[in-house]
């Protein structure tokens, strides 16, 4: 005797970066639940396991329509036993059990308080919640010695922690605009960052600065910064000089936090590839790179681990063609 039955399976390839995702996604209850336990285990230093989650939850996103039952995920790559447990609770009883007591724990709950606040990574959170400290005002009463940045973030807590808008974008967007300009007639900008692949809201906004000359743009942050300092509109800044990137807050009718990035235009098509994110995404051409190819990208260059030579690119598509991949543009970047 044979039984037979027919299920529509999904398909999906397994590099997050081989697929189209946008902003549209039909299993937000399902990525919800697996996008938290990732940031917990993030928050909690277990970064394997965070990335597990996150690649999970990227599979998901990419399906044209809900999952309504265990069987439609079968053959779907990156569903490990422990998201393929959360996914079924979800869709047997609503509701992810692991995710919502993880999110009502109160070592949760201050890990999200304390690295809400600008300059305070997991670490310094952990040690603060070994401390007993729960909150900010537990924090403030402890007289933990606080360094600039986050003394910054503590005041500006609340500002910092609402949402940026793409209004409030396009209004940073023409002070930078005008910063740069400023500053090195000829320069151009480009918004990068979650704004760039569509978002409507952000943590922050984020660009990307060249000059079409190679070698104008070397110094050109501390002029930029400096600029925005004369004109009042910067709270804090810190910048790394290797990586050449400045992250600051200005001061508007809210503070808001900027990543600024200055790039060379050799090295421009990379740059704006590698601060496009997601960050996802990024990871997922890194590994891609590196596993399917033997070569190694970053936001500077490309390499050919094989041929031992850098290859070139001045658009985001040759450096696609490099690694074999069909071009993704920014809106489906979204993973
Ligand atoms: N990035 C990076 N190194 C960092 C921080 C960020 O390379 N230390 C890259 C990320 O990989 C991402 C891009 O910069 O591709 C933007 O990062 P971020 O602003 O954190 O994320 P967004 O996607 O812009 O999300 P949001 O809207 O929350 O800002
Ligand atoms: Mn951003
Ligand atoms: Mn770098
Ligand atoms: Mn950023």
């Not at 997601?278 to 033997?294: I, P, Q, V």
């Not at 850098?310 to 993973?335: C, D, K, M, Q, V």
Request: charged share 25%.
């Amino acid at each position: 005797q044979t039984s037979e039955a027919e299920v529509v399976v999904f398909s999906v390839p397994s590099y997050a970066c081989q697929r189209r995702t946008t902003l549209e996604n039909h299993n937000a209850v399902l990525t919800d639940a697996l996008a938290l336990l990732a940031e917990n285990a993030e928050l909690s230093e277990e970064e394997g396991r965070g990335v597990a989650f996150r690649r999970a939850a990227a599979v998901l996103k990419a399906l044209p329509r809900p999952v309504t039952s265990m069987t439609e995920l079968r053959g779907l790559p990156c569903l490990g036993d422990h998201s393929l447990r959360v996914i079924k609770d979800i869709l047997e009883n609503g509701a992810s059990s692991e995710a919502e007591s993880t999110k009502q724990s109160e070592r949760y709950k201050a890990l999200k308080v304390l690295t809400g606040i600008f300059g305070v990574g997991a670490k310094t959170a952990d040690r603060w919640i070994r401390e007993g400290i729960l909150g900010l005002q537990q924090l403030q009463e402890s007289g933990q010695t606080l360094n600039r940045a986050q003394q910054a973030g503590l005041e500006h807590y609340d500002d910092l922690n609402q949402p940026v808008t793409k209004a409030d974008a396009d209004v940073i967007s023409e002070i930078v605009e005008r910063a740069v300009v400023s500053v090195l007639p000829g320069a151009q900008m480009t918004l990068i960052g979650g704004f760039r692949r569509g978002k409507l809201s952000g943590h922050d906004v984020d660009f990307l600065i060249t000059h079409p000359e190679e070698g104008r743009e070397v110094g050109l942050m501390p002029k930029v910064v400096s600029w925005l300092e004369s004109q009042g509109f910067l709270l804090y800044q810190k910048t790394t000089r290797n990586s050449e990137r400045s992250r600051s807050g200005h001061k508007l009718w809210r503070a808001v936090r900027v990543d600024l990035v200055v790039s060379p235009i050799s090295q421009f098509a990379f740059a704006l590839l590698g601060w496009t994110g997601s960050k996802l995404f990024e990871r997922e051409l890194r590994r891609w790179a590196g596993h399917e190819r033997n070569m190694s990208l970053s936001s500077h260059a490309l390499y050919d681990n094989k041929q031992r030579i850098y290859l070139r690119a001045t658009s985001e598509e040759e450096i696609f063609a490099h690694l074999g991949l069909e071009f993704i543009p920014p809106s489906e970047r979204n993973t």
